[in-house]
T-cell receptor, first 113, second 112 residues
Framework: NAGVTQTPKFQVLKTGQSMTLQCAQD?????MYWYRQDPGMGLRLIYY???????DKGEVPNGYNVSRLNKREFSLRLESAAPSQTSVYFC????????????FGPGTRLTVT | EDKVVQSPLSLVVHEGDTVTLNCSYEVTNFRSLLWYKQEKKAPTFLFMLTSSGIEKKSGRLSSILDKKELFSILNITATQTGDSAIYLCAVYSAGSARQLTFGSGTQLTVLP
């Protein structure tokens, strides 16, 4: 089992460019999550998908969109990147929504210049 | 607003020392508290605690939750250089848009 995989590992964008971060899990989990991690701020939830076909905003959703493509895949899109979106992005999954262990992917380091 | 505060922010010890990391929280509708270890990459799960006073153990690591005083501690005995990492505490609050609220972490450095 690969667990949670993310692509790309690194990305540099210019302000205004768009891109999609991809995430896939092979653990047959129902729930998936996108976080960003900034120095001194911990992990903050951007969007989550409690189950296939549903998505909900988290704490910091502005400037992002998501798609739950199927049970395995959950993508995060930046339509018009801004320097404030420079961060490390983590995808995670859990068996179901709720107080359960989340498994994290390796992260994508994004720099917006 | 849900809040999770970890202390200390950073800690430097020598191999063989015992360390205690703290996590206090203020959330509505508490359901569980989770500890993660983050080295260079993804956080990896250590413990989940839901009940007060029941210690969870895994090797040299142990953790306990006090729901009355709203805190948890993570103990690491006989530290090794491989324990060097950021330790994250997170709290799940039912009905919260955040799902899991994370603290900002404790950076532990274990020197040989």
């Amino acid at each position: 089992n690969a667990g949670v995989t993310q692509t790309p590992k690194f990305q540099v964008l210019k302000t205004g460019q768009s891109m999609t971060l991809q995430c896939a899990q092979d653990m047959n989990h129902n729930s998936m999550y996108w976080y960003r991690q900034d120095p001194g701020m911990g992990l903050r939830l951007i969007y989550y998908s409690a189950s296939e076909g549903t998505t909900d905003k988290g704490e910091v959703p502005n400037g992002y969109n998501v798609s739950r493509l199927n049970k395995r895949e959950f993508s995060l899109r930046l339509e018009s990147a801004a320097p404030s979106q420079t961060s490390v992005y983590f995808c995670a999954s859990s068996a179901r929504q709720g107080p359960y262990e989340q498994y994290f992917g390796p992260g994508t380091r994004l720099t917006v210049t | 607003e849900d809040k999770v505060v970890q202390s200390p922010l950073s800690l430097v010890v020598h191999e063989g020392d015992t360390v205690t990391l703290n996590c206090s929280y203020e959330v509505t509708n508490f359901r569980s508290l989770l500890w993660y270890k983050q080295e260079k990459k993804a956080p990896t799960f250590l413990f989940m605690l839901t009940s007060s006073g029941i210690e969870k153990k895994s090797g040299r690591l142990s953790s306990i939750l006090d729901k009355k005083e709203l805190f948890s501690i993570l103990n690491i005995t006989a530290t090794q250089t491989g324990d060097s990492a950021i330790y994250l505490c997170a709290v799940y609050s039912a009905g919260s848009a955040r799902q899991l609220t994370f603290g900002s972490g404790t950076q532990l450095t274990v020197l040989p």
